[in-house]
């Protein structure tokens, strides 16, 4: 662990992985540690352990630089701002901008596997953006590329398990999926063993072993004795899936394009970088769906 003791701050930090980050920090940090969030309230469990919470919104620039105010070392964990487009990407972009000018050193940033331009991801345009941001701001810099969470499977394998079948249009591509649990474990080791200045790093974030769509019904019969096939869709009809569920109709597209472009194989790279920030493996997709077992059996 680093001898230094540079005062660590958190954004997003009353989110799933925020939270988790934090609670990390807190067990294997000694020094000072900020956690920034609208809702300080979540976080209020934690402050006996030494925990600072400040509260901030990203829209209220102001807010930000007051937060922003000691800070070493920054996560910035990519905002949830995608209703309106183009307003999580400067979200992003102020927020660097302020680190600079608040003297900040080292910035690690949350960002999404294979989001350069040519990706068939329509929504990983704002992860590009920011990186671009990082380039150009002249700080030391880890960005952390996390694949597709293992977590975000859980509905559609419920659906599984009820009806049989597993459906995507993700055909014979392979993802290495991660869970949500160990990118907030890797964020929280790279900003707490954040290097000298000219750090500057793009790590991509995966599970252990990439799977296809086929693999993943097979797991799921060993872990529930039932006999579950995937059957292929196409990606007009996974968009209409999504509309069902409530979502406008491009954002539905934007949902189903994260199928597209597994598809094409951009999710199947399996990196060491998790073991090499933490000194750990992470989690396989099947340790992950055994203890997730009475949720998929719910249905």
């Known amino acids: 662990m680093s001898t230094q003791k ?54 209220y620039l102001e807010q930000l630089k007051e937060s922003f105010a000691g800070v070493q070392r920054l996560l910035l964990i990519s905002t949830d701002a995608l209703a ?102 890797a964020a929280a080791a790279a900003v707490a063993l954040a290097f000298a200045k000219q750090d500057k790093r793009t790590l991509n974030i995966t599970g252990p072993t990439a799977l296809s769509s086929s693999d993943i019904a097979d797991i799921l019969n060993k872990i529930t004795g039932k006999s579950i096939t995937y059957n292929l869709i196409n990606i007009k009809q996974v968009e209409g899936m999504y509309e069902a569920f409530g979502a406008p109709p491009k954002v539905a597209q934007g949902l189903a394009s994260f199928d597209t472009a597994a598809a094409k194989g951009e999710y199947e790279q399996v990196s060491p970088a998790f073991a090499e920030l933490t000194g750990q493996d992470p989690v396989n997709l099947e340790q992950f769906l055994v203890e997730l077992q009475p949720v998929l059996m719910k249905g």
């Open 6 to 59: 540079d005062t660590l701050l958190v954004t997003g930090a009353s989110g799933h992985l925020g939270r988790t980050a934090i609670e990390w920090l807190l067990d294997h940090y000694e020094g000072s540690i900020i956690a920034l969030t609208r809702h300080p309230e979540k976080l209020s469990d934690l402050v006996t352990q030494g925990l600072e919470v400040r509260q901030a919104d990203f829209n």
């Open 84 to 185: 309106v487009p183009g307003q999580r990407l400067k979200q992003h972009q102020d927020a660097i901008q302020i680190a600079a000018q608040k003297g900040v050193k080292h910035i690690v940033y949350t960002s999404f596997l294979n989001p350069v331009p040519g990706t068939a991801n329509t929504t990983a345009s704002d992860h590009y953006g920011t990186e671009q941001a990082l380039h150009q701001s002249g700080l030391a810099y880890t960005i952390l590329r996390n694949n597709l969470y293992a977590d975000n499977l859980l509905p559609s394998l419920v659906h599984a398990v009820k009806t049989g079948q597993y459906i995507n249009a993700i055909d014979e591509g392979k993802v290495a999926y991660v869970t949500r649990n160990d990118c907030a474990i």
